[in-house]
Every structure is written in structure tokens, then in C-alpha cells.
């Protein structure tokens, strides 16, 4: 019967399960506990098993879903439990930051406001600590949270919001006031800034939208800079003779040298595409117009048109 040896299984049984739950690293206090709870819904289930109330197959099915259930109660005791005012900062913070209102770079030694760069993430002290410009952001955020409320209720003030969050561990380097000394360009000029250091550590949902935004502006960088290479390599292409442009299957795309050669007066020789031969250069454009603006046009390096010249 279920009560002859009820003591000693019972502790039997909570040893076993308390030594597997201390894997998980968690208080000893809440290991105990939950060790406690999952033991004493076994028994109850075994003496419904016995009594008849339930079969075997129901009473192995809800101790192990009550075991995942507790579980996962035990896990959550280690996550801490924020202010609600802390818990507005840290989302509309997030927010801003994928809208891509608040950009933060890796790395950087001096702000840059003209580009909303008003975060870095360094290694300072042998720790990683998220730097953001404390009157900006905040100004940011609290005006974010507060146009996404109904009744658009005053946000708790910036220094109240400082003690919370050092409350909460969430910054660090703090000892001698809520922020440090640091650099911003604004308007061109180097000026002086006050930033908060958050413990990357506490919030790594943060920092991960922090590094995927990086990652993105990594790859636009290099996708622009591979089409500005593309595009430079235009003279090599007008270089080439007609039969290799027509070997590349390029020939026919820019086809018209009218749009790209710069007829000039001074040449006495022009490239025919057609024939693929010198010919003299017979064209007086003095008395066209719609040339002399083309030519123009072609010969300013600032209009961004490739200028071929043919060398004899």
C-alpha cells in the first residue's frame, strides 16, 4: 500500500530529484521547494493510481506534465522582475533602436548626433557596457512612451528612471554620479557629452538588435562599394573593341557613342564603330547647339559622365 513505506520513498525520491535539479544552477532554496512540489503531485497522483481514479497511463502522463510546469516556474525564478517604469524604458528603448531612431555602432570613440549615432557598444574595465547620451535618449524614449499612451501621462523623471535601473544592476561606472564624460560630433563640431553605461550582460535582447542593425549597415556598405567599383570599370569596357564587347554579350547596351564620346575639335581622327577604323574627323559642331551643350555636358568631370578619349 501507498502509506506502508510512504516516508522513505518519499525522501528517497526527493533526494534523487533535488541532486537533478541542482544542474540548473538555480537558489538552493528554490531547488528544495520545487523539489518538494513535484514529489508531493507524484504521490497525490500514485494514490489516485491506487484508489482507482485514474489509470496507469493517466497518472504517469500528469506527473510528467506537472514536472514540466514546475520546471519552467523554477526557471523564471532566477528573471528578474523589473519596475513597470524600467520595463517602458527598456521597450521603447528597443523600439527606437530598430526604427533605426537611435543608431548604435560598435566600437566608436566619439558620438555622432548628425547621423543619430547616440550609442557605442565598448569593452571598458574588462567589461562590455552599452554607452548611450543620457539627456538624448531619454528625451527620445520618454516622448516615445508617452505618445504611444492614451492618456499621454508625464514619464518618470531621468534621474528617478537612473536610480531604478541602478537598482536593477542594469549600469555600471556609476559610482561618482549617473553618467560619464564622453565626445559627440554635433553640427561638425567635437562637443562634450554625458552618457549612461548599460551592462550589455542584462540585456542581451538589446544588444542582438543592436548587432543584427550592424550587420545590415555592413552588408548596404559593401554593396554600395561594389557597385561604385562596377561602375568604374566602364573605361576598361569602352577600351575593348567592338568584337569583345560582343564576345561579353554587353555590346548593344551602350551601343551609342553619341551619348558617351566626346567629339573634339582638336582630334583630326574619330573611332567609327561600325567600320572599327580612324576616320578624319569631318564633324563641325560650332554652329549646332544641342552638340556644343553635349560636349559640354561630357567634358565637365563633375557631371558624372565617363569621358573616353581615343589615343591615335
Not at 523589473?82 to 566619439?110: P, R, S, Y
Not at 524614449?141 to 492618456?151: C, F, G, L, T, Y
Not at 514619464?155 to 553618467?179: Q, V
Not at 554635433?186 to 552618457?195: P, W
Request: net charge negative.
Amino acid at each position: 500500500m501507498l502509506n506502508s513505506n510512504f516516508i522513505n520513498d518519499y525522501r528517497r525520491d526527493f533526494e534523487t530529484l533535488r541532486d537533478e535539479l541542482k544542474e540548473l544552477e538555480e537558489h538552493g532554496r528554490h531547488v528544495d521547494g520545487f523539489a518538494h512540489l513535484i514529489i508531493a503531485f507524484n504521490f497525490y497522483m500514485a494514490y489516485g493510481k491506487e484508489r482507482g481514479f485514474i489509470t496507469p497511463e493517466q497518472c504517469i502522463s500528469n506527473c510528467n506534465s506537472a514536472k514540466e510546469i514546475f520546471l519552467e516556474l523554477l526557471n523564471e525564478q532566477s528573471d528578474t522582475i523589473f519596475d513597470q517604469n524600467v520595463e517602458m524604458f527598456m521597450d521603447g528603448l528597443e523600439q527606437l533602436i530598430a526604427a533605426g531612431d537611435i543608431v548604435v555602432q560598435d566600437n566608436c570613440q566619439t558620438l555622432d548626433f548628425d547621423r543619430r549615432v547616440y550609442g557605442t557598444i565598448r569593452v571598458e574595465k574588462g567589461q562590455e557596457v552599452l554607452k548611450l547620451d543620457w539627456d538624448v535618449v531619454y528625451r527620445l524614449v520618454a516622448k516615445h512612451i508617452m505618445d504611444s499612451q492614451k492618456h499621454r501621462n508625464p514619464f518618470i523623471g531621468s534621474k528617478k528612471l537612473a536610480k531604478l535601473l541602478d537598482e536593477y544592476n542594469l549600469i555600471c561606472f556609476n559610482e561618482n554620479g549617473t553618467t560619464v564624460p564622453f565626445k559627440a560630433l554635433h553640427k561638425g563640431q567635437t562637443e562634450r557629452c554625458r552618457v549612461i553605461n548599460f551592462r550589455t550582460d542584462m540585456i542581451p535582447e538589446i544588444v542582438s538588435l543592436i548587432r543584427g542593425k550592424e550587420e545590415e549597415r555592413s552588408r548596404l556598405i559593401n554593396d554600395i562599394a561594389k557597385s561604385y567599383v562596377q561602375r568604374s570599370s566602364y573605361p576598361d569596357y569602352w577600351g575593348a573593341s567592338k568584337n569583345d564587347r560582343e564576345n561579353d554579350g554587353s555590346y548593344g547596351r551602350y551601343n551609342s557613342h553619341d551619348d558617351y564620346m566626346d567629339y573634339d575639335d582638336d582630334e583630326d581622327e574619330y573611332y567609327d564603330e561600325d567600320s572599327e577604323e580612324l576616320k578624319p574627323n569631318e564633324y563641325d559642331d560650332s554652329d549646332d547647339d544641342r552638340m556644343q551643350e553635349k560636349n559640354k555636358k561630357t567634358s565637365n568631370p563633375k557631371s558624372g559622365i565617363l569621358r573616353i578619349e581615343i589615343n591615335k
